[in-house]
């Protein structure tokens, strides 16, 4: 993986993050807090600066109450491939 696509890989990573975070109305404190870690280090996360380890991954959608995988945009993906197909059906 080149650099740069990790680079594109967390800043979408801590968009969708950012995103939860704000839909659920929670500070970064609050994140935190409910992360067992710093404010700090969820304001790293969501500007795609932290290097994540897999551990810290899973407690953040835990957090968010969500599935891991859908830090990672698939379901919007999921969602975009079924208006195609519905699209192509009609």
Known sequence: MTKATLNIVKDS???QVRELRRSLKLSQAQLAARV???QEFISD????????TLDSIVR???A???E????????QRKT???KRSIKKKN
């Open 13 to 15: 990573f801590g968009q």
């Open 36 to 38: 067992a870690s710093h």
């Open 45 to 52: 996360v969501e500007r795609g600066e932290a290097n994540l």
């Open 60 to 62: 953040i959608a835990t």
């Open 64 to 66: 968010l109450g969500v």
């Open 68 to 75: 891991t995988i859908d830090l990672f945009g698939a379901t």
């Open 80 to 82: 975009s491939s079924r």
